[in-house]
């Protein structure tokens, strides 16, 4: 068996701390058992590896989503990238056509397909482990996860066994995001969540590419060259709809899908996070600060503060669930990234009439991480390091840098450097346009 995971998001749901490159899933504000901060993805990664079952993963993901997971899972992990953002189907038949002509998957195999944002506990991850033997006992073309509802919510999709109550059993109808009244009636009927887990056969996949797009030969590089063409739709509309034998196997421990600050403040211990007071008569609020300048609350109740460099917010726990229809009106570059090598947060970014900008960084680069060999054809920049050790490997000369030292890079000046010890540097650009584009990459291992 092996397993698909979708790392998609556009950082809309939990602003500030997440961006159009920072989805929720990185974000480090859960703990495991030893008290250390993690992010989702490192959470059901790590939940997927005490189920003995790491060395089966491929995580699906945008381009903007690479560094983030590598500096993340690190670089053992199996990572596909979608060549452009084009829904679920398109991304699951790409990895599967990776599993069976790149890594050699039989098309009897069985795939699982599931997100990487479900907050659920162990023996969510020992049912997906049997999901195979399921599927071969009762010869179903596809099985399903479906959660106990702890409540009618309209947020999610629900699934309706044919057999109440049982372990697992064929699946009578679905129905998406009922209003609460409907969703009610639903639960009544015996109704399941829909977790967004998925077991299939990997040959149902490779056929349904073969019968609606023609892919004989279902090459991996054949269906990342046509990508576009493939329709830009979900897997459940594309594929799960046109399925009849269905099963479901029920799941009767916590599941959450922790999309928005609601319910990821639910699940976070302690309430606050980074330099900030509350006093004793805040109830039930979270504060979390990303910022160096300190945020004080007082009698606040059932409210969340969230500062970055992003932004802002404030707002009543119940209201957050609006929060991505506000996006719409708020502009401007992510000012905090995370890439294979460490971190940056943007300290200024200012336009001049001339159509010349400045951009001022801050470099965190970790231990043995390295910004790849390159240069820039549109930007001057300057370097000073403000605190450890590092190798600096400009124009194919390479030399020892340390704190206080300042290094002129001009527009076609190849230049790369590697922390021997965590580097901090003020990096500050001049330049136009000052994009992330404008990086030519001659060596990523130097």
Known sequence: MHMILLSGGSGKRLWPLSNEVRSKQFLKVLKNDQGELESMVQRVHRQIGEAAMAKSITIAAGA???????????????????????????????????????????????????P???????????????????????GA?????????????????????????????????????????????????????????FGIKLGYILDSLKQNYGFVDPDYERIRAAFSQLNKTSFDFEIVEKIENIQVMRYENKWKDLGTWETLT??????????????????????????????????IRNCVIAASSDGIIVAEKGETYKLKDFMSSINGRPMYEERRWGSYMVLDHTVYET??????????????????????????????????????????????????????????????????????IIEVQLGFPLVEEDIVRLDLDW
């Open 64 to 114: 903007s989503q690479l560094e983030q997971l590598r500096n993340q899972m690190g670089e053992s992990v199996n990572i596909l990238i979608e060549p452009e953002r084009r829904d679920t189907f398109p991304a699951i038949a790409l990895a599967c056509s990776y599993l069976f002509s790149i890594k050699g998957v039989g098309r009897e195999e069985t795939v699982v397909i599931m």
């Open 116 to 138: 990487v944002d479900s907050f659920v506990e162990a023996p969510y991850f020992k049912l997906i482990a049997g999901i195979e033997e399921v599927q071969n006992q009762t």
């Open 141 to 197: 073309d596809l099985v399903l996860l479906g959660a106990l509802p702890l409540f009618p919510s309209e947020k999610y999709g629900y699934i309706v066994p044919k057999d109440r109550g049982a372990a697992v059993s064929r699946v009578d109808c679905f129905k998406e995001k009922p209003n609460t009244r409907d969703a009610e009636a639903l639960i009544k009927k015996g109704a399941l969540w829909n977790c967004g887990v």
């Open 266 to 299: 639910e699940e976070m211990e302690g309430r606050v996070f980074g330099n900030a007071l509350v006093d004793d008569q805040c109830v039930d609020t979270h504060v979390i600060n990303e910022l160096q300048i300190p945020i004080v609350a007082m009698g």
């Open 355 to 424: 159509n010349r900008e400045s951009l001022t960084k801050k470099l965190l680069i970790k231990a043995e991480g390295k910004i790849s060999y390159q240069y820039h054809n549109n930007r001057v920049e300057s370097w000073t390091i403000l605190s450890g050790q590092g190798v600096l490997y400009l124009n194919g000369e390479k030399k020892a840098v340390s704190q206080g030292d300042v290094i002129q890079i001009n527009a076609g000046i190849k230049h790369g450097i590697k922390a021997i010890t965590t580097l901090e």
